[in-house]
C-alpha cells in the first residue's frame, strides 16, 4: 500500500516569500495532522483535520499559515509570508481515524534565507 | 499536561553489544506510548507502542520496550545493536481526549552504533 505522499520534498525560499507543502495520505484516511519538526526538536502538532473539517488548528500561527483539505483528501499547508524562524521539516501523517495508528509521510524540509 | 523525556542526547554502543534508550513519561490518565524512529531525510517510522497488556512490548527491527509505571518509564531496548540501527529515536505519547488527538514527542536520541 502507498504511504504518505509529500512534496515537494525540498524547499529553499527567500523571508518573505510564500510557500506552500502538499500532501496525500493513506487512501481511506479520514483524520490527518500536519507536524513541524524544529531542528534538534520532536515534531509538534500544527493542525489536525477529520475529513475536510479543521478540529484542532490551536497550535497553528494564523497570522501567516493556512491550511485546507478540500474534499477531505488532500491537504495544502501554506506561509505567507515565510520568516527565517520557519525553517523546519513539515511532516504529514494521517490515520484512518482519530486514535487509530499514525502513519508519517516523508516530510519537507524548508529552509527559509 | 502529557509529556515525555529523553535525557540523553546521543547514545554510543558497539555493534553486537546490548542498547538502552530511555523515556520517562509524565500524563494523566492512562499512558499510550510510542517509540518511532527517524532517518536521515526520511519520516518517522513506527517502531512500537503500549497500550495496554505486557509490560515488555515488541516491536519492529527486533526491538523492545518495557513498560514501568512505577518508575514512570518506558525504555527502548536491543538486545544487539547493528550498525544499521543507527538513528534518531523519539519516544512520545497519544494525547487523547474528547477534542485531541496528538502525539506529544520527546526530542529525541541520537543512537550511534560503532562498527
Known amino acids: 500500500e502507498a504511504g504518505v505522499v509529500q512534496s515537494p520534498r525540498y524547499k529553499i525560499i527567500e523571508k518573505k516569500q510564500p510557500v506552500a507543502f502538499w500532501c496525500n495520505p493513506i487512501?481511506?484516511?479520514?483524520?490527518l495532522y500536519w507536524y513541524r519538526q524544529n531542528l534538534g526538536q520532536g515534531p509538534e502538532l500544527l493542525i489536525r483535520?477529520?475529513?475536510?473539517?479543521?478540529?484542532?488548528d490551536s497550535q497553528l500561527p494564523k497570522d501567516r499559515f493556512s491550511a485546507e483539505r478540500l474534499k477531505g483528501v488532500d491537504s495544502t499547508l501554506k506561509i505567507q509570508p515565510a520568516e527565517l524562524g520557519d525553517s523546519a521539516v513539515y511532516l504529514c501523517?494521517?490515520?484512518?481515524?482519530?486514535?487509530?495508528?499514525?502513519?508519517f509521510g516523508p516530510g519537507t524540509r524548508l529552509t527559509v534565507l | 499536561a502529557q509529556s515525555v523525556a529523553q535525557p540523553e542526547d546521543q547514545v554510543n554502543v558497539a555493534e553486537g553489544n546490548p542498547l538502552t534508550v530511555k523515556c520517562t513519561y509524565s500524563?494523566?490518565?492512562?499512558?499510550?506510548l510510542f517509540w518511532y524512529v527517524q532517518y536521515p531525510n526520511r519520516g518517522l517510522q513506527f517502531l512500537l507502542k503500549?497500550?495496554?497488556?505486557?509490560?515488555l512490548v515488541k516491536g519492529s527491527y527486533g526491538f523492545e520496550a518495557e513498560f514501568n509505571k512505577s518508575q514512570t518509564s518506558f525504555h527502548l531496548k536491543k538486545p544487539s545493536a547493528l550498525v544499521s540501527d543507527s538513528a534518531l529515536y523519539f519516544c512520545?505519547?497519544?494525547?487523547?481526549?474528547?477534542?485531541?488527538?496528538?502525539?506529544?514527542f520527546g526530542t529525541g536520541t541520537r543512537l550511534q552504533v560503532f562498527p
Open positions: 501523517a494521517s490515520s484512518l481515524d482519530s486514535g487509530a495508528s499514525m502513519v
Open positions: 487512501s481511506g484516511h479520514n483524520t
Open positions: 483535520y477529520e475529513n475536510e473539517e479543521a478540529v484542532d
Open positions: 500524563v494523566s490518565g492512562n499512558p499510550y
Open positions: 503500549y497500550i495496554t497488556g505486557d509490560n
Open positions: 512520545a505519547v497519544r494525547d487523547l481526549g474528547r477534542n485531541t488527538d496528538k502525539l506529544i
